[in-house]
Nanobody
């Protein structure tokens, strides 16, 4: 089975940077699109970023485009989310997501989820 394990969350101040990592196991990692979602208390889970398989195109939510960067290291079976200029509204549990094919598109549901890592941004 596919397992996704996030790490790197924590408590930071507004304007700081943080890098989240997601280690994947159980399948050929480089083939598949990967993504990040987040869920704040009382809100629905929302899309953050995605990257196509084989290190292809990247996609971002309007709320973080220009501040966040998704990348992957296929040799390490790991996807990253570099978050810069963090805002208090970025506070959420961040979930790593794995897709069932190599391409992301809007509305494409992930097939696999990690357990989540908490990111808290203080003012």
């Amino acid at each position: 089975q596919v397992q996704l394990v996030e790490s790197g969350g924590g408590l930071v101040q507004a304007g700081d940077s943080l890098r989240l990592s997601c280690a994947a196991s159980g399948r050929t990692f480089s083939t598949y699109a990967m993504g990040w979602f987040r869920q704040a208390p009382g809100k629905e889970r929302e899309f953050v970023a995605a990257i196509n398989g084989r290190g292809g195109a990247t996609y971002y939510a309007d709320s973080n485009k220009g501040r966040f960067t998704i990348s992957r290291d296929n040799a390490k079976n790991t996807v990253y989310l570099q978050m810069n200029s963090l805002k208090t509204e970025d506070t959420a549990v961040y979930y790593c997501a794995g897709y069932s094919d190599a391409w992301y598109w809007r509305g494409h549901p992930p097939g696999y989820w990690g357990q989540g890592t908490q990111v808290t941004v203080s003012s």
